[in-house]
DNA sequence: CGGCTAATCCTGACACTGTAAAGATGCGAG
DNA sequence: CTCGCATCTTTACAGTGTCAGGATTAGCCG
């Protein structure tokens, strides 16, 4: 029975994962302050001194999310035959990463609470989005091919988050990845050859 | 100054207006019960009975919602040159009351408060799919063409909603339908002609 | 090594929220 | 006219976010 001493150490950190568990557990909507302190061991108004308001805690934890996200779909590219297939793989890790975690998708993309203006916050979601210019551009492609890729991907995301696409979620995942692929393909810049 | 009687007469349907003008105003994620009930001017108990709890409350906004969602489709679907100019006008429609009714979309599409499985709401959300379902069969598409013109319509509408697609923000609305138009055909079944 | 400052964390309080229980009111059927 | 019951109010309780003030201790300076 080691008792906890008064100073945490590291209540930052303790904090940040203790709200990804109760968001997980709770979704944006019921998440709550007082339960991540709880879960964390810490009293009620702990959080405060690190975060401000349950904003900043939702705020710095967008921001890791955002990260997250990037790697999944950094992860998802690794092994790509060409660009066409990279920027497809880059879709189908926006897929993975809704099914995965799919309350710190709707945390990120479909929320009012953390405040996207956060210059932190801000700058990890300008990553992804440069990111995804990149992929289309080097596939020669322009402003119209990056809204139809961003578009679809996050459409396919969102809604099998949300779980509103029953079609998908009846299919194998090979199926699944073989119809994804083609749509994808679709919204990608015409392929001369 | 005329005392309001004690039974109000149609309270329910003074609730639901009450219900959206707070859903625009604090979000999905800002609801109260009680502010609603402020805003029809009866106690905070008064709702309970016709609508049980707050899910009950919004999963009945949210039934009517999806009805107001699909007549604005359908509201634009009018006057189509042909199937596909019919398909398209449906996602503009898609995207259309995203922007007049955000709050409303989320509560609809990513929102985890209503509940889903209440039958009526059930019916007005199948009711809307199979809508879209039609549209896609016209064109002789497949399940494919179905996801294809759903993600999309859907994912523009979504990353509108939330203010997030920046790049259709600075177009003016000539140039926005345009570029829609033109990755909204991409997701068609191919047209043999 | 001693002491002071400031960061860290806790306690207590207030207003607000959702929901349940029980009482008040009055519509409408008989 | 009266009684039942749907409707609405009042009261109460647990939970929430946030602020103010107090307790603890780490780290630094002398």
Sequence with gaps: ????????????AALLTAAEEELTEKGVEG????S????????HAAPAHHFGDTVGLLTALATEGFTRFQDTLDAREVGATDDRDRAVRAGLGYLE?????????????????????????????????????????????????????????????DLSAGQ???TLQGKSPEEREAMIRAVLSRCLPASDG
């Design 1 to 12: 029975m080691a008792e906890r001493p008064y100073h945490h150490g590291d209540l930052r």
């Design 31 to 34: 998440f709550s302050l007082r």
């Design 36 to 43: 991540v302190a709880k879960r964390a061991g810490v009293s």
């Design 97 to 157: 990463f809704a099914l995965a975690r799919p309350a710190l998708f709707r945390l990120i993309f479909s929320s009012a609470r953390p405040d996207f203006a956060a210059p932190d916050l801000l700058a990890a979601a300008n990553r992804a989005y440069d990111h995804l210019v990149g992929l289309v551009a080097t596939l020669g492609g322009g402003e119209t091919d990056v809204i139809a890729l961003w578009a679809t991907s996050h459409g396919i995301a």
């Design 164 to 166: 509103k696409m029953r």
